[in-house]
């Protein structure tokens, strides 16, 4: 039997979602609510993914014709609620599946952040992650009394202290710390409670962390780094780590770097699961698949702006001050995301900005996923057997009740019939699950 993969969903952002699309209800004013969010929550845990990642942004997004108009308008990454309370909401209504907010580094102390997943952790009994990013936007930056981003590479050597501050703080409670004798009235053994007291390069801390011990003792560490210093990074601290790269061969190359990067570092490949953004497409048949995936690449075409301003948010460039009809000028270089950046150039080859982003591929991500719940979950086997593992990471504009039911009632099924994913969580805590297989 082929070794099972796991799953995860990447939700745009604890927001309104899907707006402008079908089958959202009055998405438009019960977003503030977290209905939808518990309900995809009990659902994904019914279908067995190992986790949520809650994508998150910290400014709304300016960087088109320098205006906040076309974000606020078309519901681009804005509104965003704190991330921190729909994730602690999602774990009171599940018991298994992994939930991971996301935080960035530039917007809490390393202090703070140890505490809040600490907490996080205990309230969940142990399944919490926490996507680490570094951030990227000046405009977040802003936010928080800084000029602008530190430089990009530099972005993550600050990181590599704060997760050792962090690493630190978790490890201030020794397991058994907590002894809970009501017959001495003793409950923490003070032997097992020690100060960090950090005083590095960036970040000092002086410990112990006052939540007490997380329930995993580490929780689990999810990073998306695209760059070489950005897999490093990944490397070094991931427990997971998403990746949009696309095509087979380019998934399994950056498998094979992160894996060589994870071994030059004393880590073990096989404890870090690699899942790559997948946007599926499903019916009950073929026509009817391909049909949607037509007006899905239609739509696209109509909406260059918004797409532009959406590229522009993670690359810090203003496509509106460029003439769209002419290629992007050969200087531009970004501070934020460089993947992105990188992949638009190896498209672009000479073409108009325009020209460019209509040809660019917004429907399939990591690869094409389309036909019916049968067709899509032997392609998945095949894809994942191609590139040697670990998983998919769900990315779908239409998030809303009927696309999870596609989901859970449709693909999972065909998946479980397949022996291609679990059928029952392994486990308690989030990381036991993640590394079963
Ligand atoms: C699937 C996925 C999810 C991501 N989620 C976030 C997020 O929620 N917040 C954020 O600031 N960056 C997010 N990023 C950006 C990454 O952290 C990273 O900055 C980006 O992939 C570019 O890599 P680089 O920083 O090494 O250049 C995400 C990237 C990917 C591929």
């Known amino acids: 039997m082929t070794k099972p993969f796991h799953l995860a969903w990447f939700l745009q952002g604890s927001s309104v979602q899907a707006w402008g699309e079908p089958w959202t209800g009055h998405i438009g004013t019960t ?6 969010f518990l309900d ?6 019914r279908a067995c993914f190992d986790y949520i990642l809650l994508e998150d942004s910290s400014y709304v997004g300016e960087s088109f014709n320098g205006s906040t108009d076309i ?6 990454a804005v509104p965003r609620q704190d991330p921190s309370v729909v994730a602690a909401l999602m774990t009171q209504v599940t018991s298994r599946i992994g939930i991971v907010p996301t935080f960035g580094t530039y917007a809490y102390h390393p202090y703070l952040l140890a505490r809040l997943i600490a907490t996080l952790d205990q309230v ?7 996507n680490a990013v570094t951030g990227s936007s000046d405009f977040a930056a802003m936010n928080f009394g800084l000029p602008g ?3 990009h590479d530099l972005r993550y050597d600050m990181a590599d202290e704060y997760m050792q501050v962090c690493r630190g703080l978790w490890g201030s409670w020794e397991p058994g710390a907590i002894i809970a004798d009501r017959k ?10 020690h100060p960090v007291n950090h005083k590095g390069k960036f970040y000092s801390t002086r410990g112990p962390l006052n939540s007490g011990p997380a329930a995993q003792g580490q929780p689990v560490i999810a990073q998306a780094g695209g760059s070489p210093r950005g897999r490093k990074f990944a490397a070094a601290h991931a427990d997971t780590i998403v990746v949009h790269v696309k095509g087979t061969e380019a998934m399994k190359a950056y498998r094979d770097d992160v894996h060589k990067y994870m071994v030059a570092q004393g880590r073990n490949p096989s404890d870090c699961k690699v899942l790559y953004l997948i946007n599926p497409i499903i019916a009950e048949t073929m026509e009817e698949a391909y049909d949607r995936k037509k007006k899905r690449e239609a739509v696209a075409l109509t909406k260059i702006d918004e797409r532009l301003a959406h590229f522009g948010k993670v690359t810090n460039i203003d496509f509106g001050r460029f003439d ?4 992007l000028p050969d200087d531009v270089t970004t501070n934020g995301h460089q993947q992105n950046l990188e992949q638009y150039r190896r498209i672009a080859n000479g073409r108009s900005i325009r020209e460019t982003m209509a040809s660019f591929n917004a429907v399939d991500l990591s690869v094409e996923l389309v036909g019916t719940p049968d067709s899509v979950a032997a392609r998945m086997g095949e894809v994942m057997q191609e590139v040697g593992g670990d998983g998919f990471l769900f990315s779908m504009p239409n998030v809303n009740r009927r696309t999870l039911a596609e989901i859970e009632d449709g693909l999972i099924p065909a998946l479980q019939d397949r022996g291609l994913v679990r059928k029952a969580y392994e486990h308690k805590q989030f990381r036991e699950n993640l590394l079963a297989f």
Do not use: F
Request: hydrophobic content about 40%.
């Open 31 to 36: 977003w503030e609510r977290p209905e939808l």
């Open 40 to 45: 995809m929550a009990r659902a994904l845990e």
């Open 71 to 76: 974000y606020l308008k078309n519901a681009i």
């Open 124 to 130: 969940s009994s142990g399944r919490i992650g926490w």
């Open 149 to 151: 981003m530190p430089e």
């Open 184 to 193: 001495n009235g003793i409950l923490v053994d003070p032997t097992k409670v």
């Open 324 to 327: 769209l009809d002419k290629p």
